[in-house]
């Protein structure tokens, strides 16, 4: 492994951080940024289907109202393989989330089990996800005592 695949490794590291930790602030608006202009995000739960979306505004919009009943955000990014070519990559990455929010009044932790597919493209010297494909495979949900 030569210097600049280790240097590209850490930079895609700290962009699929980044992501992560702009989604627990609820900062979509910077978190998007770290997308390309028109990637692609696609969500599916056990397999089936639920989201695609295309574009930086397409992508804001969805995950600022898919945030709106949700007052804490905890992504814990774990493992992460990449192959990079040149100024493409591609990567897994294994991703535990925690949800906490208001449903039918009650206080609800939401937590999810998640794998994330990604395609990566280096634009004008920085890393950027072009697609994100996120494989939700488990879900547990319960009430939170206060």
Same mark, same amino acid.
Request: charge should be negative.
């Given at each position: 492994?030569?210097?600049?695949? +280790?240097?590209?490794?850490?930079?895609?590291?700290?962009?699929?951080?980044?992501?992560?930790?702009?989604?627990?602030?609820? %900062?979509? *608006?910077?978190?998007?940024?770290?997308?390309?202009?028109?990637?692609?995000?696609?969500?599916? +739960?056990?397999?089936?289907?639920?989201?695609?979306?295309?574009?930086? +505004?397409?992508?804001?919009?969805?995950?600022?109202?898919?945030?709106?009943?949700?007052?804490?955000?905890? *992504?814990?990014?774990?493992?992460?393989?990449?192959?990079?070519?040149?100024?493409?990559? #591609?990567?897994?990455?294994?991703?535990?989330?925690?949800?906490?929010? #208001?449903? %039918?009044?009650?206080?609800?932790?939401?937590?999810?089990?998640?794998?994330?597919? %990604?395609?990566?493209?280096?634009?004008?010297?920085?890393?950027? +996800?072009?697609?994100?494909?996120?494989?939700?495979?488990?879900?547990?949900?319960?009430?939170?005592?206060?």
């Amino acid at each position: 492994m030569n210097s600049q695949e +280790i240097e590209d490794r850490v930079f895609l590291r700290e962009l699929i951080d980044s992501i992560s930790i702009l989604a627990d602030k609820k %900062d979509v *608006h910077a978190q998007v940024q770290l997308f390309s202009e028109n990637a692609i995000s696609e969500t599916y +739960i056990n397999g089936k289907p639920f989201l695609k979306l295309k574009g930086r +505004i397409e992508m804001e919009k969805a995950f600022t109202e898919f945030l709106k009943n949700v007052e804490i955000v905890y *992504h814990f990014n774990g493992q992460q393989q990449v192959a990079i070519q040149g100024n493409n990559a #591609t990567g897994t990455c294994y991703c535990l989330i925690t949800l906490i929010g #208001t449903e %039918d009044g009650k206080k609800i932790k939401t937590s999810i089990g998640a794998v994330y597919q %990604d395609t990566y493209i280096r634009q004008n010297n920085r890393w950027l +996800i072009t697609e994100r494909i996120g494989n939700f495979e488990w879900q547990e949900k319960h009430e939170v005592n206060s």
